[in-house]
Structures are given as C-alpha cells and as structure tokens.
C-alpha cells in the first residue's frame, strides 16, 4: 500500500508535459497556461499623470499658502484626459487638469482643486502642497520589460486586464490537456432517464466533467459503461486515441464486479500501483496505457472526489505545464470537533477561511456528495490521531 506522498510521486514521475502551444487572442486565453514569457513593452501610466482634478503647478509658488493668505496664479489653459495637448507652464502659472490629464514636465506637483477657488483665468491656491505630491509617475504601475506573465503561469483575468494596458493582443499558450472520463457499474443511470430499482443516477460524471472543466482541461465524458471488462478495455482503448489521460470510477475494490484489475490486463496497461493508506479512497488503482496514465477511482462520490483532487488534479496540471502543480497546503485553526478517531490517515470535507477550518456537514462517507457543497479544503488527519477538538490546529489541503 502506498503512502498518499508516494503514490503522488508515482504518477509524476510518468508526467509529459503537453509540448503543444498555440497563439491566442487575449480575449480567449482566459484560464490557459502561459507558454511563453510576456514582457510589458511600455511603462504603464505611459507619462506623468494625474490622479485627481485640480491644478499642476510650481510647488515653490504656493509655499505658505493659507484661506488668509492665498497663492493667486494665471490659468494658462485646460487638459483633460486623452486630450493630446502640451502645455508650458512657468512659475505664477497653473494648468487645469482633469483626473488621467498628462503632468507637464516643468510641474512638480498637482494641487487638488477642493484646496482652490476653481478660477478659469486666474486661481486662488488656499494650501501648499509638497513637491511630487498628486502625480502618478510613469512606469509607477508597470515599468517597461516588467515581466507580467510567466511561462507555467494560468491565465487569470487580472493577467488579462494588465496585458491590454500594455497593448497585448495575443498570447501563446499550451493547448489543453485532454482527459477521458468514464464512468462503470450496472447500476448507473442517466440524469433525466428511468430510474429502475436498484440503479442509482451517474453523479460521478457530472461531477467530475464539470471539475475537469473548472480546471480548463478539454474533457471527454464517455457513456458510462456497465460492468463488462472488455466493454470497458475497448472504450478506454478507443478513447486513449485522443486523451493525454484515461480516468475511470468504480470496479477497484475486492468484490466480484471490481473489474478494473481485468480492464488493464485487457489493454496491455501496465499497473504502477493498487490501494493508497488513505481514507477514503484507499482502493486507488493506477497504471499507464501507451506511456498515458491511468487512473482508477473509487466509484463512491467523495472518495472519487478525494482522489481526482489529491491524484488526478495535480498531474493534469503538471501535464498543462502550470508551474504551481502541486495542491497548496496550510494550517489553519479548526473551529467546532471530529468526535471519531482516526487509525488510519483521513481526508474529512471542510471549508477554510481566514485562518480557519470548520467541517461543512456530519455525514463523512465516502458516498456522501452533498457535504461537498460550500467545501473548498480537506482536512488531512494523520494516522494514529485521536479526535479532533475546537482550536485544535490542523494541516488543510486547500482545493
């Protein structure tokens, strides 16, 4: 049986980088990974601006100035943003500026225009302002050759936003990761079909092809599959074709209809390893068809959820060249109480803010999906730990 770091090891060993790249409109490279090392071109503000409306002037002309004692200076025009007009502006002079309105050189500050009178041809200054005061610098947000995205980087819609501040129009990225989803057991049922006694509708697939999606993998949900193991050899086999990555859930236990240990021999896989000390999700069956990795999850919703997010989650990001693959622990404090006991090592459901840990639900079985609601972080309890109490602190893989 595998430790939870060793299984993981395992299976990144055996992780090709998807070598393709594409070049993109940034518009449609949302949630793709950087392939390439993008560098502003441009110092963003692109000149001296201002961040308020008000007056650009001389500093030392307003030094002293007071509602007893005002500063008066001429007016020598009005510049607003995006208005392309230069001004010269000498000492007992003044120009009007609009928020976003360029700074002329010769200014060192920006009076804000509550602190005037708002005169046109001539303004009374009532307070000094300190030299570079109000002036948002060029280069002050972004300096020129900045890197702004990195390669391995996922595209966030922050990333989007600086990039068009700098005229970024296309990116290159690295085409997704392609993974096959099948799902087994007589049991299942689809969403909006009959629903005979003893059959239960197909969770695992939807479940899992919406969190491939979340994760910007290209996902193929084929029809799910009964317990046959050459219907589902011949499946993955068809779909390997096109996937970078074959997931399964169900058949990995030891009953009668645990038909993935037949499915791999069938294909020619080779097995890397069965069972992970882990719970729940012990029964994790993973083997590599054609160098492509396989893997088996348990056929019970939270356990294959687990393990799509312990396993699955961070080899398909490695597999996208996303640079941070690895999920992202913390400690956090756990607000509320465990009551059992844990012998083994165990993932429990929570939801983690600010510090802290609480469970999202009592009902902890692997076959539970709901508890899966408003859960954004597992808590992993050590082997040989005793009931967890209120403040205890705790290790949180954070999803």
């Given at each position: 049986m595998e430790t939870l770091e060793s299984a993981l090891l395992l299976l990144t060993e055996h992780v090709h980088l998807v070598a393709q790249t594409e070049q993109l409109p940034l518009g449609a490279a949302l949630?793709?990974?950087?392939?390439?090392?993008?560098?502003?071109?441009?110092?963003?503000?692109?000149?001296?601006?201002?961040?308020?409306?008000?007056?650009?002037?001389?500093?030392a002309d307003i030094a002293g100035a007071s509602r007893e004692a005002p500063a008066v200076l001429t007016v020598v025009g009005?510049?607003?943003?995006?208005?392309?007009?230069?001004?010269?502006?000498a000492h007992g002079q003044a120009l009007r500026l609009m928020t976003g309105a360029p700074v002329p050189p010769m200014c060192d500050c920006v009076i804000r225009q509550e602190d005037t009178d708002e005169g046109m041809e001539t303004v009374r200054?009532?307070?000094?302002?300190g030299?570079?005061?109000n002036i948002c610098r060029a280069g002050e947000d972004v300096p020129r050759g900045t890197v702004l995205l990195h390669r391995g980087e996922r595209i966030t819609s922050a990333h989007i936003g600086v990039l068009a501040s700098?005229?970024?129009?296309?990116?290159?990225?690295?085409?997704?990761?392609?993974?096959?989803?099948?799902?087994?057991?007589?049991?299942?049922?689809?969403?909006?079909?009959?629903?005979?006694?003893?059959?239960?509708?197909?969770?695992?697939?939807?479940?899992?092809?919406?969190?491939?999606?979340?994760?910007?993998?290209?996902?193929?949900?084929l029809p799910s599959c009964p317990d046959e193991p050459q219907a589902v050899a011949d499946a993955l086999e068809e779909a390997a074709r096109q996937a970078d990555v074959l997931l399964t859930t169900g058949g990995v236990s030891v009953g009668k209809k645990d038909i993935m240990h037949r499915v791999?021999?069938?294909?020619?896989?080779?097995?890397?390893?069965?069972?992970?000390?882990?719970?729940p999700g012990s029964?994790?069956?993973?083997?590599?068809?054609?160098?492509?990795?396989?893997?088996?999850?348990?056929?019970?919703?939270?356990?294959?959820?687990?393990?799509?997010?312990?396993?699955?989650?961070?080899?398909?990001?490695?597999?996208?060249?996303q640079g941070d693959w690895q999920t992202p622990r913390v400690r956090a404090t756990l607000q509320?109480?465990?009551?059992?006991?844990?012998?083994?090592?165990?993932?429990?459901?929570?939801?983690?803010?600010?510090?802290?840990?609480?469970?999202?639900?009592?009902?902890?079985?692997?076959?539970?999906?709901?508890t899966m609601i408003g859960c954004n972080a597992l808590i992993d309890i050590p082997a040989g730990s005793g009931p967890l109490s209120d403040g205890d602190e705790v290790e949180v893989l954070l999803l």
């Open positions: 949630g793709r990974v950087c392939a390439q090392e993008v560098a502003s071109p441009m110092d963003v503000p692109p000149f001296d601006r201002s961040p308020l409306d008000g007056y650009a002037l001389h500093s009005e510049a607003c943003a995006g208005c392309g007009a230069r001004f010269d502006v200054v009532f307070a000094p302002e030299h570079g005061k700098v005229g970024v129009t296309d990116v290159t990225v690295y085409r997704p990761v392609r993974a096959a989803l099948l799902c087994t057991g007589d049991e299942l049922a689809q969403p909006g079909g009959p629903l005979r006694f003893g059959q239960i509708y197909d969770a695992n697939r939807a479940v899992l092809t919406a969190r491939l999606c979340e994760m910007g993998v290209a996902a193929d949900a791999l021999p069938l294909m020619g896989a080779q097995r890397l390893f069965w069972k992970v000390a882990m719970k029964p994790l069956l993973c083997g590599l068809y054609e160098g492509k990795l396989v893997l088996c999850l348990s056929g019970n919703p939270f356990a294959a959820l687990a393990c799509f997010e312990v396993f699955a989650a961070p080899v398909l990001r490695r597999l996208a060249g509320g109480s465990f009551a059992k006991a844990s012998p083994g090592r165990r993932l429990i459901r929570a939801r983690c803010e600010g510090g802290t840990v609480r469970l999202t639900g009592e009902n902890h079985s692997s076959g539970s999906l709901a």
